[in-house]
């Protein structure tokens, strides 16, 4: 895994105010058609079974429900294991993305399994809780052995201009996390224009996240094709910058496989083949497994299989 | 998968994959029912030429022959003129606005139900890319006629106080860029202010003016207002517009042909409107968005292999963000796709004829050899076919030919500029004036250089953008006259009466 880490961090927070003023500005006809385009690729056969199995490597298997409970749990990691019981083809989930509370359950079912343990953190969804609580959960999830932090943009301050501030949680939640890979969820729907989105992932990069996210999940509006590619022009913008690679991760409503390879395309266009890896790519979803292995089944055999014939876990 | 290796390294895994490529995806051609032989439309019917000549129109992108289309002779040419001018009289001129709107209404609605056909043959006998016949020709086709449509019964409201009346038999001559377009846009304003027409389609690219004349006969519009008689531009061309009974004529083309036109006009009384080349000025400020500027650029020049009057083939960088810009631009040009333009992934197409691929080769050779820097992407062209990798000029002066004279292919001239001043004194300076294009994330300079640019069309933060209500046309050597909008029903009307 490539990893910034707190030794990653080129930035002081001082530097933040300068760097959005350095952000280029975004047109959002231009980027919407440009979105809309790539959306028209039309990705057929052997390259569409490629995009799938890619997918299912890039995936976050996630539940955020103040339900789940310790069984919910070990269903789910059993599922991102092995995806397809009866197909051992079908590649195992990038990591599973829980609360904290059952971050323990998580890491005790997928020890030794390739498939990693992800936590949100930091006053999960809005990131408004006190800086210390905040920054205690982030250091309690690596605790518990949690592989990935995912936290929260603190949009109070960023829309608030108060980005020195905003860039300071940032860099202390990278603190805390320590080695842990760290990933920044800006909330795009949120932020109201794409300038604030490419000018929030800079400062995320800068403060040392190892991917910037879409969104929570928990808003309806969640990641978007535009949305994300304008994440994708600021990541490439800050590896020509810096040289430091930053993933990028699309979570919120992403429930389909044509969503899921319209993605790909994007990242395809925009990073290159580099960054079609777990190690810098992300899809957040709860329900969009079921929807790729259908449609890996489809491609094989030319046929659909009925939704009971895919495990509901 | 099977390209999949996987190496331990340290307990932490590494993969290397093989890049990911899109399959092939041909669109079908099956929707197209090829004839062996297209005759010319001519008073309602088919009819075998008099002249007996036939030519082959080809494939450019596999330079297979797709089919033998008539060749209009000069006999041909009169018994055409013949048929408009009777039908003006007898069938249209005097039809209620309202009826002649439902022609043009079925002729847009034929083009939405059969938008495939359309495009797949568009594609096949100019060589463009399926997704831009599909997204763009075909669409924008409908749309014009009807725009045109809802003008046919409101021609008054259109010039208040005045009486619009009809010129009578319009000679149209249309370009090989966008074949089935430009016959929309020379059609449409046409029939709905009541005019007959002679359409020339170019030589080359003859054969979706035949298809939108079978939908004309099939939407039953009278026999005789409309009437295609492929041929040479200088012959049949010719003919026509030197006929006596053609009371208008529509050029879109070259400079070169344009001249000639209007000399032919002079005295005869009849009118005319030219739209003809380009040189267009793509200017990119410092404070522009330039990740979109970069997508606007390449839409600018690399739409339709930039076989486009009014390309954007002239880029104005301010020099304090040349570098960063050229950067962006080599890396976006490594991803545009170029080959089979029946393929749904396809970005850039095949060149329309050899002629035209002779002309780009000559005038790319003339920028090295005049000391221009040139960039293109590594590609792999097929081996059939005309083909022209997309290609970048910097080192770029404006005495250079590759700065001053239209290429009309895939090929980007790319100067600086250091003030807004600057950027006006030398995008105006050159003979033609169609278009440019203004990025700039300042409101209050958009405004400033679009009153300066000696251009009929400015974009700002955008390119190559069309729509039926916005006229389009030309300054200087890139014509006069302006197709869209309320202006383009003007060049087919007598306005009669009201203020002087």
Known sequence: ?313 | MGETTEIEKGGETEEQVAPWEYATARESTEVVHLRDRYDLFVGGRFIEPKSGRYFITINPATEEPLAEVAEAGEEDVDLAVRAAREAFEERWRDLPGKERAKFVYRIARALQERSREFAVLETMNNGKPIKESRDVDVPLAAAHFFYYAGWADKLEYAFPGRTPRPLGVAAQITPWNFPLLMCAWKLAPALATGNTIVLKPASTTPLTALLLAEVIEQAEVPPGVVNVIPGPGGKTGEWLARHPDVAKIAFTGSTEIGKVLRRSVAGTGKRLTLELGGKAANIVFEDAPLDQAIEGIVNGIFFNQGEVCCAGSRLFVQESVFEALLDKLKTRLNTLRVGDPLDKNTDVGAINSRDQLEKITELVRSGIEEGAEMFQPECDLPERGFWFRPTLFTNVSQSHRIAREEIFGPVLSILTFRTPAEAVEKANNTPYGLSAGIWTEKGSRILWMAERMRAGVVWANTFNRFDPSSPFGGYKESGFGREGGRHGLEPYLHLEGGAP
């Open chain 1, 1 to 313: 895994m490539k990893r910034g880490g707190a030794a990653g961090l080129r930035f002081h927070s001082k530097d933040a105010a300068r760097l959005m003023e350095g952000t280029p500005a975004v047109d959002a006809v231009g980027l919407e058609e440009r979105a809309a385009s790539l959306g028209k690729r039309s990705i057929k056969r052997e390259s569409k079974l490629r995009a799938l199995d890619l997918a299912i490597r890039c995936m976050d298997l996630t539940t955020l429900e103040g339900t789940d409970t310790r069984g919910k749990i070990v269903a789910m990691c059993a599922k991102a294991v092995r995806p397809d019981p009866v197909d051992p083809t079908i590649p195992p989930v990038a990591a599973v993305c829980l609360y904290p509370q059952l971050v323990p359950v998580a890491v005790g079912q997928l020890k030794n399994t390739g498939v990693r343990v992800a936590s949100v953190a930091g006053a999960f969804p809005s990131g408004l809780g006190p800086l210390d609580a905040r920054l205690a959960e982030v250091r309690e999830v690596v605790d518990m052995g949690a592989d990935e932090v995912d936290i929260v943009l603190n949009r109070s301050l960023f829309l608030d201009g108060q980005y020195e501030q905003a860039f300071q949680e940032l860099a202390a939640a990278r603190e805390a996390a320590g080695s842990t890979c760290l990933k920044v969820i800006l909330e795009i729907g949120e932020l109201g224009s794409y300038d604030r989105v490419r000018q929030a992932s800079i400062l995320a990069m800068a403060a040392g996240a190892d991917f910037i996210k879409t969104s929570t999940g928990k808003l309806s509006k969640g990641a978007s094709p535009p949305g994300a590619l304008c994440m994708m022009e600021a990541a490439r913008e800050f590896l020509h910058e810096t040289g430091r690679h930053v993933g990028v991760k699309v979570a919120g409503g992403v429930r389909r496989s044509k969503q899921a390879i319209q993605y790909l395309v994007l990242l395809h266009e925009t990073l290159g083949p580099e960054w079609m890896t777990p190690d810098l790519f992300r899809i957040g979803a709860s329900s969009l497994l079921n929807d790729v292995l259908m449609q890996i089944d489809k491609e094989r055999t030319g046929r659909y299989q009925g939704p009971d014939y895919f495990t509901i876990d």
